[in-house]
């Protein structure tokens, strides 16, 4: 969701996605485990399609 190349350096691949279905489809299939830190209803969202 960010514009490529202007949101740093990255340790290893950086995923550009189209909105916030593909980005929860991207993390879902790129980790093997989330943490959640302080944050709004975005962060809520997050927990709750990962858990459903």
Do not use: P, W, Y
Request: aromatic share 6%.
């Amino acid at each position: 969701m960010a514009i490529a190349d202007i949101i740093g350096k990255t340790n290893c691949k950086e995923l550009v996605v189209s909105g916030m279905q593909e980005r929860l489809t991207a993390m879902r299939h790129h980790v093997d485990a989330f943490i959640a830190l302080l944050g709004g209803f975005g962060t809520l969202e997050e927990i709750f399609t990962k858990t459903s």
